[in-house]
């Protein structure tokens, strides 16, 4: 059986699908070797924004990059368009996301979530900080943006020094640090946490466990009640390589990079 008949459909039809299946293999294939670009440069963060693939790199953690790619539907490659400095204080820039047609990017080195405008990115090739908050935390590795009961939150991994995952509300990114007092409540995961990605209704988790790599698949409401992923997951699917970074969904398919080999995946279409 496939893995995803309906990973694009409404929750409710992907889980019924999908619930009683412990593990499926899937297929991937490499679309891009950073190292074409830079020797230098290690994957991190990814995130989609209609055909255009946002990238971020690290540089031996003195710096790191934004890198803006073409993805065309028909094409197995990605198309290079050009690459941009993220701020200085910003060398390890791990995952990406938007939110509103606006760009996030969390950074492991600043422990900051930083805002930036897309179409000034996009039509200007111009990366300026429009504001920026400080976690209060330290390793922050990924972060996702959840609805739950009408309430927008804002989860955050801290790599290596728990498997939890901190939840906080969306309006708090208003402030320029995020008072501890907000942390509404963790979530058990049991896994370090390599990158994090929502969409109907369920967040990819992508994790590197001790040298197996895994994409867990979770419904939001039930991780959120049970403050637990464990108790919410609906499937875990392998990794392309041995140390998967962040993850996106990709019209039927799911985008990704590994930090070891050095290239960008796509796996096969999820609907067939």
Wanted: net charge negative; charged share 25%; proline share 1%.
């Amino acid at each position: 059986m496939k893995l995803i008949r309906s990973i694009l459909a409404l929750v409710g039809i992907f889980s019924s699908a999908f619930a009683s299946l412990s593990h499926n293999t899937v297929a991937w294939n490499e679309i891009y070797n950073v190292k074409d670009i830079n020797e230098n440069y290690v994957p991190q963060g990814i995130e989609v924004y209609g055909d255009y693939v946002l990238f971020s790199v690290h540089a031996n953690d003195e710096k790191s990059v934004l890198i803006v790619f073409k993805k065309e539907q028909e094409h197995t490659k990605l198309t290079y368009l050009f690459e941009l400095d993220f701020p200085a204080d910003a060398t390890h820039t791990s995952d990406l996301n938007i939110f509103d047609d606006v760009l996030y990017a969390i950074d492991y080195a600043s422990n900051k979530i930083c805002e930036f405008n897309l179409k000034r990115l996009l039509e200007k090739k111009e990366l300026v900080v429009e504001s920026e908050f400080y976690l209060n935390m330290k390793k922050t590795g990924s972060f996702a943006f959840v609805k739950y009961e009408d309430e927008m939150y804002v989860l955050v991994s801290q790599f290596i020094l728990t498997n939890k995952l901190t939840v906080f509300k969306l309006e708090e990114l208003k402030n320029a640090i995020l008072d501890k007092s907000k942390i509404v409540f963790e979530i058990t995961n049991n896994r370090f946490v390599q990158g994090l990605y929502t969409k109907y209704n369920m967040l990819l988790i992508s994790t590197n466990n001790f040298g197996v790599d895994t994409i867990t698949i979770v419904d939001i409401p039930k991780m959120m009640k049970y403050k637990d992923v464990s108790h919410a997951t609906i499937k875990t699917i392998n990794a392309p390589y041995k140390m998967v970074e962040d993850i996106v969904i990709y019209k039927n398919t799911i985008l990704t990079s590994d930090e070891e080999s050095f290239k960008i995946y796509q796996s096969e279409d999820l609907t067939k």
